[in-house]
């Protein structure tokens, strides 16, 4: 069993790994954060499928919990300030707009600075073709 939970996004976006890097910096969560590229995704309890589609928290009993929830957990993790912050994100109408949020920005996230077309969900490439 993990001590700590950890944190999975993807390591290939430009946009994902800079706002874990600050995150890491501002928020000072305490977990593990991984690129699901080079994460063990089996032992996480995760499929790629999932990790490709959100961001991942995932406790040290297996837990896991994608997109805006992941960020509440985050930042519920991290302690002071950040934990009201992270408590508003788990309030039932918060939550719906947070995971309305998170989706447009994760869907869009191609056009964010530092996430390439590369970036793009599969959904989102096969629109484009």
């Known amino acids: 069993m993990r001590i700590r939970p950890v944190l999975v996004f993807d390591g290939d976006c430009g946009f994902c790994t800079g706002s874990v890097r600050l995150i890491e910096r501002v928020v000072r969560p305490r977990c ?28 040290p009993t297996g837990r896991v919990y994608g997109g805006a929830q992941a960020v509440a957990k985050l930042l519920l993790s991290a302690g002071g300030a950040w934990t009201l912050a992270g408590a508003f994100l788990t ?35 096969t629109r484009r073709t």
Do not use: F, K
């Open 32 to 59: 593990e954060t991984v690129p699901w590229q080079r994460a063990d995704l089996a032992a996480l309890g995760v499929t790629p499928e999932r990790a490709r589609h959100e961001a991942l928290w995932v406790t």
């Open 91 to 125: 309030l039932p109408v918060v939550r719906w707009a947070a995971h309305a949020a998170y989706r447009l920005v994760a869907d869009n996230r191609q056009r964010l600075p530092g996430g390439p077309a590369g970036c793009a969900l599969p959904s989102d490439r």
